[in-house]
C-alpha cells in the first residue's frame, strides 16, 4: 500500500466518522464543529486529486464563511430542551424508509459497476490555479470584469442601504 492509498483511507476515515458525529450529536453547535471537520476531510481528498483551487475554495467558503454563518444562527435561536418539539413517529419512519431505498439504490449501483475505473491521482495539471487564473483572464476576461463590476456595485448598494 502506498502513501497516497493510506492518506486517502485516513482522509475518507476522518469524513465519514466526523459525519457521523455531526448526525448523532445532540448539541447543535458541536455538530456545525463537526460538519467543519468533513469539510477539512473533503479539502484533503480535493488536493489529493490535484484540484487545489477547489480546496481553498471549499475551506474558504464553506469552513469559512457558511459555518459562520450557521453558528451565528443557531446561537441566535438560543435552542432549548425545553422548546423542542415533538417528534412524529410517522415522519420518522418515511424517513428511514427513503434513506434505505436509497441505501439500497446506491448499493445496486456499486455492484453493477464492478470497481474497473480507477482514479489516477497527481496526473496532470488540469486542476492547478495557475491554468484556471490563464483561461480566466484570456478566454473569459470580459464576463470576469463585468461580474467584478457588478460585485463592486453590489457592495457600493449595501454599502448605501447600511449607511441609513
Not at 424517513?95 to 449501483?109: E, K, V
Request: proline share 2%; no cysteine; glycine share 8%.
Amino acid at each position: 500500500m502506498g502513501i497516497t492509498t493510506i492518506i486517502f483511507m485516513l482522509l475518507s476515515l476522518m469524513a465519514v466518522g466526523s459525519a457521523i458525529m455531526m448526525l448523532v450529536t445532540r448539541n447543535p453547535v458541536k455538530s456545525i464543529l463537526w460538519l467543519i471537520v468533513v469539510f477539512f476531510a473533503i479539502s484533503g481528498h480535493y488536493i489529493m486529486l490535484n484540484a487545489q483551487f477547489l480546496a481553498v475554495v471549499n475551506i474558504i467558503v464553506y469552513a469559512g464563511a457558511i459555518m459562520v454563518l450557521f453558528l451565528f444562527v443557531v446561537m441566535l435561536m438560543n435552542l432549548n430542551a425545553d422548546s423542542e418539539p415533538t417528534r412524529n413517529v410517522r415522519l420518522q419512519a418515511v424517513g428511514i424508509l427513503s434513506g434505505g431505498s436509497l441505501l439500497l439504490i446506491i448499493l445496486s449501483a456499486l455492484m453493477k459497476d464492478g470497481g474497473n475505473n480507477v482514479v489516477q491521482m497527481r496526473i496532470g495539471d488540469e486542476g492547478l490555479i495557475s491554468n484556471l487564473g490563464k483561461v480566466l483572464f484570456t478566454n473569459y476576461v470580459l464576463p470576469f470584469e463585468i461580474a467584478s463590476v457588478l460585485f463592486l456595485s453590489a457592495m457600493v448598494g449595501a454599502v448605501v442601504i447600511g449607511k441609513k
